[in-house]
């Protein structure tokens, strides 16, 4: 018997949509899920080196939460590429003003930083509110596993 490691080709991966509603929940709790799903780690045929992930829609975006103190604490930043080009704002206005782009940059965090991981988040897309264009796709619900030993609900 010969125990041969198996490698999933293009042709194996079959692809969902996924729809998660993303209303009151931390938003790195619902990027760690997200990122896990644009993965592939929830089938049984993933590999590191392979996109076997599903796309994902996360909808009511705007809802996000964040925990402790980090809507104060927290700065998000981004260089425009020029000197004295860098931008800082608080976690907590980015998320209230641009939900959507706060949420892509967790997950964008969360994948690999390569090709393979911007392919990756070509399959997500973020709305704001509970309205999105992706009727025809027929999206399956998603949702967020609930977290053990949390003491905030």
Do not use: C
């Amino acid at each position: 018997m010969t125990n041969k490691t198996y490698s999933p080709r293009k042709q194996d991966v079959k692809r969902k949509w996924l729809i998660v509603d993303a209303a009151g929940t931390p938003v790195g709790r619902v990027a760690a899920e997200v990122a896990a799903i644009l993965r592939g780690k929830h089938k049984a045929i993933f590999a590191p080196h392979v996109d076997t992930g599903d796309h994902v829609i996360v909808i009511n975006a705007a809802k996000l939460t964040l925990t402790s103190n980090k809507a104060t604490k927290t700065m998000i930043y981004r260089h425009s590429g020029y000197p004295g080009g860098l931008k800082a704002q608080r976690a907590g206005d980015a998320l209230a003003t641009r939900p959507q782009e706060a949420l892509r940059r967790a997950v964008k965090g969360m994948l690999p930083h390569n090709r393979l991981g911007r392919d990756m988040l070509r399959k997500l897309k973020v709305y704001r509110g509970a309205d999105h264009p992706h009727e025809a796709q027929r999206p399956e619900p998603r949702p967020l596993k609930k977290q053990t030993g949390d003491k905030n609900g």
